[in-house]
């Protein structure tokens, strides 16, 4: 009976293991460690918190593979070893930015001021400060293997030239300071900055764009298509047979079905000719281009058979500058400048020349008003010392260039005037001590009915007198800076204020009077700025503005603040003068020095900058030379805004364009009107009228 029993429950536990499914097997990760990491940003589901990759929910097609291969857990419907409940993984993080689009090594992928390869000098400070990584060669703490960081982003940058407001650095069409009527419906939609006064998606300061640039020329104006705004040999519209060869090449723009490289939305290019009648001018010779016989002596014969010739001058007829005088069209000068491309030679002389190149950068900056300053004491911390009791100086306490305290001693005079008061209050006080007991006595005896009460009131009226006389003697005395004491004469002349002794006529035996200045004090740990500003600027100054002060000559730089505008225009120099108060605790800014003052008119923005070394000089333009290709320079005039070895600038230069620093000198005498060059490389003239270069 037992044997069947027993064999009864042999069979019902051979079912129930036959029937249940198998125990999961426990994670093999150890209790109390970290989630694993995901290392591609991309491949991640922020939805489910697993693998994009491994993402049952979003990729029903993979609960079958995750089945079969026994990755499944059921109760949560995504697979095991993935699984958000029963084995969370943690989110990728995206590496480090760079901040500064300049400063990045790509060869290397680590910033250029960190690299290592590029820069070996710094290895042994790296390693010195424990920061090296020896297996890689970098430092650890940017290893483009242990530690990548991901390179900088540039800014956004405007699609249209024509829709960009140079002065606040933003989209004319959402300038609200240009367009105040634009305020409230930036307001309205959420878009709104309330800190600079801007639209949020487009302020200067905290989602800074760059300037549009203008788009590339075609140099042949026969090569366009006027229907597509393209090349004609690039237009797919008008040759379908391009069309293979530019996607076989992967320069194919799928959305609009054009070339990537010459698509008129994605990357429109200028129709050629444009600007060409502003680049046509002669700077050397003040004509157009064009009809310059001096620098194409080939055209003489072509005007003197026109009978436009003048012999005099040698030039044609209807455009010598001096019998015919043109003026330049607006903007030709600069035209004509930029007009004038360097090219080298060849490679070997370009080395030679020495020719090397920064990135512009990207920098925060200010709308500024530069003008000339002269430095000055501040006229309420200045005092004149002055005897107001004529006497003969006696001794010096002070000499010339002595930082003095307020209350201190500087001269000990003797004055017969002092002395005559001295005594007066001597005489006052026994006539008070003698009025007094008089007094005393005359109220004893009226009490008594003694005397009458008018004995009384003349006591009290002698009393009365003789205390006023006490009195004026002693404020006299008190103004003078003499003693109360003994008729010696003698006073004291003290300073009004702290400062510094900057005059000192003063001398033992002169004799001080009212009219003489005995000393000049001036406290200098404040001084005045006096700032010349042009009346075309004039309006963009106030008070309270912040104005950066440079000192002529090495002096330093200092900060202060506007405290006052002229209400009128100097008839003599047309400029508006305007006064800053600037600290100066070391006593090193002084009166009657010269500087340069660069007065901040408008809120903080972003603006290229360049070192100064690549600022030329041509006329009355500033200019510098854009490296477009190997031995190819372009120049670019711009406006610049001095401020130190880093210069802004305004003009046709973004940030990352590379600026020539060494070798800029030489490219400039290259262009330069007249010049002959260093006859190391060519200059290309203005194009012609007919397309050539």
């Excluded at 202060?560 to 600037?582: H, N, Q």
Aim: hydrophobic content about 40%; proline content about 9%; aromatic content about 6%.
């Amino acid at each position: 009976m037992k044997m069947f029993y027993g064999s009864i429950l042999c069979l019902l536990i051979l079912a129930c293991r036959t029937s249940l499914p198998p125990l999961p097997l426990l994670a093999s990760k150890p209790i109390g460690t970290d989630p694993a990491q995901v290392s591609d940003p991309a491949d991640w589901c922020a939805g489910h918190d697993l693998p994009e990759s491994m993402c049952s929910k979003c990729n029903p097609s993979l609960i079958a593979g995750f089945k079969e291969s026994g990755d499944w857990c059921a109760a949560h419907g995504f697979p095991e070893s993935a699984c958000p409940s029963c084995n969370p993984m943690s989110a990728p993080t995206a590496p480090a930015r760079v901040a500064d689009p300049a400063d990045w090594c790509a060869g290397h992928d680590l910033p250029e001021s960190m690299c290592s390869k590029c820069n070996p000098s710094l290895i042994a400070s790296f390693k010195e400060s424990g920061d090296w990584c020896a297996a890689h060669g970098f430092p650890e703490s940017a290893c483009p293997s242990c530690n990548p960081m991901s390179a900088p982003t540039v800014p956004a940058r405007v699609a249209d030239p024509a829709d960009w407001c140079a002065g606040h650095d933003l989209p004319e069409s959402m300038c609200s300071k240009c367009n105040p009527s634009l305020i409230a419906g930036f307001k309205e939609s959420g878009d709104w900055c309330e800190a600079h006064g801007f639209p949020e998606s487009a302020c200067p300061s905290c989602n800074p764009m760059s300037a549009p640039t203008v788009p590339a020329r075609v140099a042949d104006p026969a090569d366009w298509c006027a229907g597509h705004d393209l090349p004609e040999s690039m237009c797919s519209k008008c040759n379908p047979s391009l069309i293979a060869g530019f996607k076989e090449s992967g320069d194919w723009c799928e959305a609009h079905g054009f070339p990537e490289s010459a698509c008129p939305s994605c990357n429109p290019l200028a129709p050629p000719g444009e600007g060409l009648a502003l680049a046509d001018w002669c700077l050397e010779h003040g004509l157009p281009e064009s009809k310059c016989s001096r620098c194409q002596p080939d055209l003489k014969a072509v005007f003197q058979g026109a009978n436009d010739w003048c012999v005099e001058h040698g030039y044609p007829e209807s455009v010598c500058p001096t019998c015919n005088p043109q003026t330049a069209p607006t903007g030709a000068e600069q035209a004509a400048l930029e007009a004038r491309v360097v090219r080298f030679r060849s490679p070997e002389i370009e080395a030679a020349a020495g020719i090397a190149y920064v990135s512009a950068k990207q920098v925060s900056a200010s709308d500024t008003v530069d003008c000339t300053a002269r430095i000055a004491f501040d006229e309420d911390r200045v005092a004149d010392v002055r005897a107001l009791v004529p006497g003969i100086v006696r001794k010096t306490h002070a000499r010339l260039g002595d930082q003095v305290k307020a209350g201190q001693v500087l001269f000990e005079l003797v004055s017969t005037r002092v002395g005559d008061l001295q005594a007066a209050l001597t005489a006052a006080r026994q006539r008070v001590d003698t009025a007094e007991a008089n007094l005393a006595r005359q109220r004893a005896l009226a009490k008594r009915k003694i005397v009458a009460d008018r004995r009384v009131e003349i006591a009290e009226q002698e009393m009365a007198a003789a205390r006023a006389q006490g009195s004026a003697a002693e404020t006299a005395l008190s103004i003078a800076g003499a003693s109360r004491g003994a008729a010696t004469g003698h006073y004291n002349l003290v300073a009004p204020l702290q400062g510094v002794v900057t005059r000192r006529p003063g001398m033992v035996g002169l004799l001080a009077t009212p009219d003489t200045s005995l000393a000049t004090l001036v406290d200098t740990s404040v001084m005045w700025v006096y700032c010349d500003v042009p009346e075309a600027d004039a309006a963009r100054v106030a008070t309270d503005q912040h104005v950066l002060v440079t000192v002529e000559g090495g002096g330093g730089s200092f900060h202060g603040r506007i405290t006052w505008v002229s209400p009128e225009v100097d008839p003599r120099t047309r400029m508006v003068s305007c006064r800053a108060e600037v600290a100066n605790p070391e006593g090193r800014l002084r009166a009657n020095q010269y500087a340069r003052a660069h007065i901040e008119t408008g809120p903080p923005g972003r603006a290229v900058a360049v070192p100064r070394a690549a600022l030329q000089r041509v006329g009355d333009r500033d200019l510098v030379f854009v490296r477009i290709a190997a031995g190819y320079y372009e120049p670019r005039v711009v406006t610049a805004s001095d401020n130190g070895e880093l210069v802004c600038i305004v003009g046709d230069v973004a940030v990352g364009d590379p600026v020539v620093t060494t070798g800029a000198f030489l490219l400039r005498t290259e262009i330069m009107p007249g010049s002959i060059g260093a006859g190391c490389c060519e200059v290309e003239p203005p194009a012609r009228s007919t397309g050539e270069r």
